[in-house]
Nanobody
Framework: QVSLMESGGGSVQVGGSLRLSCAGS?????????KAWFRQAPGSEREGVAA???????IVAESVKGRFTISQDNAKNTLYLQMNSLKQEDTATYYC????????????????????????WGQGTQVAVSS
């Protein structure tokens, strides 16, 4: 059973930076997992922010492009989200997610931000951006 735990959230002023981490454990084969960051603001649906496929392909939502960067350290089973130039609209609870990619499955970029693409979710970490 895969377990994910986020950390690094907090309060920051507009224009500031935060780095979120997601420590994973229990992977049967970490090399075949796609991972992603989602966020959910109060009263809003959960939305994809950034994702990385098992082979290193990355995708970033338009709303955060140029400001957020996703990366991972496979040796540490840790996923990161570097968030720069934060805006008030980035305020949300941020979740990391992981999903096994079956061999031969294509078209990941079209599915990367679908909630049902991911089998495992962390508990979330809150990010609050104030002026």
């Amino acid at each position: 059973q895969v377990s994910l735990m986020e950390s690094g959230g907090g309060s920051v002023q507009v224009g500031g930076s935060l780095r979120l981490s997601c420590a994973g454990s229990g992977y049967s084969d970490n090399s075949r997992y796609a991972k992603a960051w989602f966020r959910q603001a109060p009263g809003s649906e959960r939305e994809g922010v950034a994702a990385i496929d098992y082979d290193g392909k990355m995708i970033v939502a338009e709303s955060v492009k140029g400001r957020f960067t996703i990366s991972q350290d496979n040796a540490k089973n840790t996923l990161y989200l570097q968030m720069n130039s934060l805006k008030q609209e980035d305020t949300a609870t941020y979740y990391c997610a992981a999903g096994y990619t079956a061999p031969g499955r294509s078209g990941w970029s079209l599915r990367a931000f679908r909630l049902d693409e991911y089998d495992y979710w962390g508990q979330g970490t809150q990010v609050a951006v104030s002026s």
